[in-house]
T-cell receptor, first 113, second 110 residues
């Protein structure tokens, strides 16, 4: 069966510090991978998605970047965090296609102070 | 940007009652999906309904889709305390990306 991991679970970082969040998927090959951000009490905003190694599409211009160094690894990064980067970050994977169902990781709660 | 808008924003019911949540969207879709999120957790897929389907069932869940009105509803019958969660609709248009609404917070009181 497939599983998706995210770490860390929670993170408190000062403004201006770097960020690296990691997501890995097990039990599937060549998944589509997604990074979402969820502000408190709101829906999910798609940040990045990837259909293969090294292929990253950005949905929203921002302070963040994403990379996919391996087939089942997806990394969200920032060189300098802003207060507005605080939120709940969710990684998801899917098989692609128009009827794609996405499977979500447990999320990372990021607080920037 | 969010396409789906859920209604109501919050719903509080007694255990055993039915819960109905609605979702409206703006553009043509390929399918519409419903997800559940327990507090502080990731989302869990509940059900997918395609644009050529009008109704779908899964256990205690019933989903309807009216493409002429660009709306969908999720009915949870005989609710339980464990159904307490946020529920999101997500639409898939051509381009195959999910666009989520802001969600309905459901509280089931025992």
């Amino acid at each position: 069966s497939q599983t998706i991991h995210q770490w860390p679970a929670t993170l408190v970082q000062p403004v201006g510090s770097p960020l690296s969040l990691e997501c890995t998927v097990e039990g599937t090959s060549n998944p589509n991978l997604y990074w979402y951000r969820q502000a408190a009490g709101r829906g999910l905003q798609l940040l990045f998605y990837s259909v293969g190694i090294g292929q990253i599409s950005s949905e929203v211009p921002q302070n963040l970047s994403a990379s996919r160094p391996q087939d089942r690894q997806f990394i969200l990064s920032s060189k300098k965090l802003l207060l507005s980067d605080s939120g709940f970050y969710l990684c998801a994977w899917g098989t692609g296609g128009s009827s794609d169902t996405q499977y979500f990781g447990p999320g990372t709660r990021l607080t920037v102070l | 940007s969010q396409q789906g808008e859920e209604d109501p924003q919050a719903l509080s019911i007694q255990e055993g009652e039915n819960a109905t949540m609605n979702c409206s969207y703006k553009t043509s879709i390929n399918n519409l999906q419903w997800y559940r999120q327990n507090s502080g957790r990731g989302l869990v897929h509940l059900i997918l309904i395609r644009s050529n389907e009008r109704e779908k069932h899964s256990g205690r869940l019933r989903v309807t889709l009216d493409t002429s009105k660009k709306s969908s509803s999720l009915l949870i019958t005989a609710s339980r305390a464990a159904d307490t969660a946020s529920y999101f609709c997500a639409t898939v248009s051509y381009g195959n990306k999910l666009v989520f609404g802001a969600g309905t917070i459901l509280r089931v009181k025992s």
